[in-house]
């Protein structure tokens, strides 16, 4: 295993973890009412997927044009990274839209 597959991998990873991470901020700021700070931080974790996404379709196309791309487990949980942290940035996005809801209901009363 070389360092450029070791860099490609850890890439995934930290930009996957990232990603969950700023996500996971987003819902803390929504909750305490932040919700230019929560569309902030989702916006930074739409980043860091998109850099991991971006690797990750690298090397689909680098396999796609006949080249052997060894998977390994440290690919596999580069990839359960970054399918966890799309997910959950999903699911923090429709969080902050209920937070937003209620804050707004509650203004109302």
Do not use: P
């Amino acid at each position: 295993m070389d360092d450029e597959y070791m860099n490609v991998v850890m890439g995934i990873i930290i930009n996957g973890g990232n990603a969950k991470g700023l996500a996971f901020e987003a819902i803390q700021k929504a909750k305490a009412g932040d919700f230019d700070g929560a569309e902030k931080l989702i916006q930074e974790s739409q980043e860091a997927l998109q850099e991991a996404h971006a690797t990750q379709t690298d090397l689909l196309t680098r396999t796609a044009q006949g080249e052997s791309i060894e998977v390994n487990l440290y690919m596999v949980h580069a990839q359960d990274h970054l399918m966890n942290a799309i997910t959950f940035r999903d699911i923090a996005k429709e969080l902050i839209e209920q937070y937003r809801r209620i804050a707004a209901l509650e203004a109302k009363a």
